[in-house]
Every structure is written in structure tokens, then in C-alpha cells.
């Protein structure tokens, strides 16, 4: 893929002071402890039954001074949940503004002089560049172009795929967000169970879909006559449509299902 630039909306907030790290170590599901300043992580607020309370990446500023990167829509939620969440933790928690667009292509490459973390939701190697020149000679990717790769990636979004229902192995979360040997955190236990005694009953898979009608949102997938999923994201490629679906995990990977009266294929 050749570099190209986007636009990637965001909520900052902003954790310091001398408990900060070990405030966030003990509130967000990755090991941030273990982050050099200028390094970043995936991670998650989870609510004590594990359910997400907002998906993050987490960029360490320095020794003492972290930067939370959320969705726009979620910023003020991340903010609240940790004020309320900190007791006597001495540790600043604010929202801060920046600018910020994503650069992507397998030759992209952070731009010297701004902050920088990689982003890896979109299935090529990418940067989120904050507060930087935006380069004006590279092709912008539409926002409907961004949907598709995410989309292909399988990468999980709050309000589509991440919601009040689904749990982070569910959502392929537990790989890409969450220390499994780290201290306790709010969401700690449920997660370790599932992942050392069980297993989740649905996953994320991509379709290709038939017929030219996006599916609507939390739209039913059959298998013959019964409901084994839902769709929960659609995106136009190229005359195709490409889906993101919660799928139960004993159906065959190369089943093929109706949504509608349309078919509906796995690409992987």
C-alpha cells in the first residue's frame, strides 16, 4: 500500500503525577509499568464483570506522565471513570487537545519532531502523528476507504463491535490489550477465567456479503434456519461488501450464511 494520510478522531486524556503509573498499572488491563518513555500499549478500563468501559492506547510521555488516546465519544467517560476511581492516588487526570492523522503504508515511517505511536487497527503498518505538520503531498484515504480496512482487519470499534455485551475475548481483545500476567485490575478475574477454563462462545470473522443493501446493525446471520450471529459493521469495496460479524464459534469456517436474503461468506 502506498503512504497515505487520514483522519483519525480522538479523545485525549491525560494521567501524571508520581502515582501515575501505578494508579494506571492497577485500572487498565495491559502492563503499563513496563512501557520506556515513548513507547505504547493497547489496553482497556473494564468494568469489575469485564465488560469494556473504553479501548485505549496508552503512550508513555515520561516517567511520570501518560497520555491516554481514546475515541472521541468516550473521552469524557475515561476521564469521570478514573477521577472517580482514584482516591488518594496523587496523579492529575484531565483531557488535553491535540491534533492528530494517521499515516499509513508499508513505508510509513514516524515523522521526526512530533509524537508518534503506531496503530495497528487497520491491517498495514500505520502511525498516529500528534500535533504535527500533516504531509500535503500524500493521497488522503476517505473516511469509507478507513471503514474497509478496518473492517478487514477485524478490528474491533466502541459502538459497533465493543458494547455493554461483549466481552474482550469475544471481541479478540485478550490478545492486543490485556496483560495476562500482570497484577489485579478491575476485570482481572473474569477475564483469567475465561482464558485459562474456557472458552468464548462467539468470535469475530469477516464476510464478503452478495446483493447490493448494507445489512443494518446487529443484523441476524442464519445458518440454514437458525441464528448462529450478528453483523456488526458493513463497508462497500469495490462493489463488494465487506462485514464484521460476531459468529458462534462451532460453526464451519467455510460455511455459508444468509443475512437477508443475501449470502454471506467468510474471507477469514
Not at 508499508?106 to 504531509?135: C, F, H, M, Q, T
Not at 473492517?151 to 469475544?170: H, M, N, Q
Not at 446493525?217 to 462485514?243: F, H, M, P, Q
Request: charged content about 30%; glycine content about 8%; proline content about 7%.
Amino acid at each position: 500500500m502506498e503512504i497515505a494520510v487520514a483522519e483519525r478522531p480522538r479523545a485525549f486524556v491525560r494521567v501524571a503525577g508520581p502515582d501515575a503509573e501505578e494508579y494506571l498499572q492497577r485500572m487498565l488491563s495491559n502492563d503499563v509499568a513496563s512501557l520506556e518513555p515513548g513507547g505504547s500499549c493497547e489496553a482497556l478500563l473494564l468494568t469489575p464483570k469485564a465488560r469494556v468501559i473504553a479501548p485505549m492506547r496508552v503512550l508513555r510521555r515520561g516517567p511520570d506522565d501518560f497520555l491516554l488516546l481514546t475515541e472521541p465519544e468516550l473521552g469524557e467517560t475515561l476521564r469521570a471513570e478514573l477521577v472517580r476511581m482514584r482516591f488518594a492516588a496523587k496523579a492529575e487526570i484531565e483531557a488535553e487537545e491535540h491534533d492528530s492523522y494517521l499515516l499509513l503504508g508499508s513505508e510509513a515511517r514516524a515523522p521526526a519532531g512530533a509524537p508518534a505511536v503506531r496503530n495497528e487497527d487497520y491491517g498495514v503498518p500505520a502511525w498516529e502523528v500528534l500535533d504535527g505538520e500533516r504531509p500535503t503531498e500524500l493521497r488522503d484515504l476517505g473516511a469509507d476507504e478507513l471503514e474497509v480496512l478496518r473492517i478487514s482487519a477485524a478490528t474491533p470499534r466502541s459502538g459497533r463491535e465493543i458494547d455493554e455485551r461483549v466481552l474482550p475475548a469475544e471481541a479478540g481483545l485478550v490478545e492486543r490489550a490485556i496483560s495476562l500476567t500482570k497484577g489485579c485490575y478491575p476485570g482481572q478475574e473474569p477475564v483469567a477465567r475465561l482464558h485459562h477454563r474456557g472458552h468464548a462462545h462467539r468470535g469475530l470473522r469477516v464476510l464478503r456479503i452478495e446483493g447490493d443493501e448494507l445489512p443494518e446493525y446487529d443484523a441476524e446471520l442464519y445458518l440454514g434456519e437458525k441464528v448462529v450471529g450478528r453483523v456488526t459493521s458493513a463497508a462497500r469495496d469495490n462493489g463488494l461488501i465487506v462485514a464484521l460479524a460476531y459468529v458462534r464459534v462451532e460453526v464451519p469456517a467455510d460455511a455459508e450464511l444468509r443475512v437477508g436474503r443475501s449470502a454471506a461468506r467468510p474471507l477469514h
